[in-house]
């Protein structure tokens, strides 16, 4: 409840110095609908059917400003908080600003550098390639390609050269990141060391043609985060897009190395299933990646759809080596460019790598910018 107010006044406080100046923009976004999930997994059955939340984009409320430095350099700032409309309790783990909080300076002749929490450059540079943004908790590419997973970092550092004839690229690193769990429905790490990661990434953006690059390596301080193992987590991807007007098609290509990273988690979970989709080590384990996608833009309406395959090369992350798969499809309708309808559903086979864990999901929603 204090928290509540907190934000609350900070807002009314914020909202007003937003009237003063043309820098300062106060922005949300609220994504509500119903849904239906159904596990079946080691002959145990699941399913849950409800209110759902943050399907086609987390909900959120932000301010974001700039301030001209002169000579082309300016101060710029974001802070960001989640929250679910369904129950109004706050996102990421209860904190106030816990999708982004930076601040940064920023210039069109040498780049973007920034402080704070925020997304690694996979999320960031892939989120225009997948048909499913990195949402649509199963349907999105995160789910195989786990760094891709709006992985937000705690205490990081993060350039980006300006772009360059469409091309521009971007290093980061996490001195500090503990909590790199995208919701409060993920298991992800907790502790008091300092795990570090770095993440790295590249895109090049020249007309309908979308290319992308991205390697994150998270360095663990203790053989007690996620698993038994003080191996490194390495995952790198590859792919891009290409718009004909009348469909775009998409495709990437990654590989995981010594564990998996973060993952997207099932909202239904059957006895024995509580640890699938949450990040966790393994010397050894290797996994290949894939995805390919098209989105079909009628009018105010658009069509989409992936298919996803992961495919493990050993059994030394999960005691068990199945290749997982996941097909999905979806569907918008735009009222304005600020509402829309949206729906979808996706299945899964063999998910987190386990044989016959199976996870499917619909849901219908509406979501609001303002």
């Known amino acids: 409840m204090k928290k509540t107010l907190l934000a609350v006044a900070l807002l009314a406080g914020f909202a007003s110095a937003a009237q003063a100046a043309d820098s300062v923009t106060l922005y949300g976004l609220i994504d509500a609908g119903i849904g239906y999930e159904q596990v079946k997994f080691n002959g145990v059955k699941q399913s849950r059917i409800g209110g ?59 780049g973007r550098l920034e402080f704070g929490r925020q ?47 469409g091309f521009k690229a971007g290093v980061g690193y996490s001195f500090s990141a503990d909590d790199t769990v995208s919701d409060t429905t993920q298991t992800g790490f907790a502790t008091g060391n300092n795990n570090r990661v770095l993440t790295v990434g590249a895109q090049y953006v020249n007309g309908p043609l979308n290319l992308a690059a991205a390697y994150d390596r998270f360095d663990p301080t203790n053989d007690r985060v996620g698993g038994k193992s003080a191996a490194r987590i390495q995952e790198y991807i590859v792919g891009g897009s290409y718009d004909f007007e009348v469909v775009k098609l998409a495709a990437a290509f990654g590989q995981t190395r010594d564990g998996w990273f973060v993952g997207q988690n099932m909202g239904t979970t059957p006895e024995g299933m509580n640890n699938l989709g949450s990040f966790k080590l393994a010397d050894g384990f290797r996994a290949n990646s894939y995805m390919i996608g098209a989105t079909v833009p009628l009018g105010r309406h658009a069509i989409f759809g992936s298919w996803q395959r992961a495919t493990p090369g050993n059994d030394k992350l999960t005691g068990d080596d ?39 999901a619909v849901a219908v929603g509406l979501r609001h910018r303002f």
């Open 52 to 110: 759902v939340q943050g399907v086609s984009s987390g909900s959120r409320f932000g301010l974001r400003g700039t301030e001209d430095l002169g000579d082309g350099l300016r101060a710029v700032f974001t802070l960001e908080g989640g929250f679910g409309p369904m129950n109004g309790k706050s996102a990421q783990n209860g904190r106030l600003f816990g999708r982004q909080a930076t601040v940064g300076l920023d210039s069109d002749s040498w």
């Open 119 to 165: 997304t690694n450059l996979a999320s960031k540079y892939f989120g225009s390639i997948d048909p499913f943004s990195i949402s649509y908790n199963t349907a999105n590419m995160g789910t195989t390609f786990g760094s891709a997973n709006t992985m937000r970092l705690d205490n990081m550092v993060l350039y980006q050269t300006p772009s360059l004839g």
């Open 322 to 360: 199945a290749t997982f798969n996941v097909y999905s499809l979806g569907y918008t309708y735009d009222f304005t460019k600020r509402t829309n309808l949206y729906a979808y559903a996706s299945y899964g086979d063999n998910y987190a790598f386990q044989h016959d864990a199976r996870d499917t």
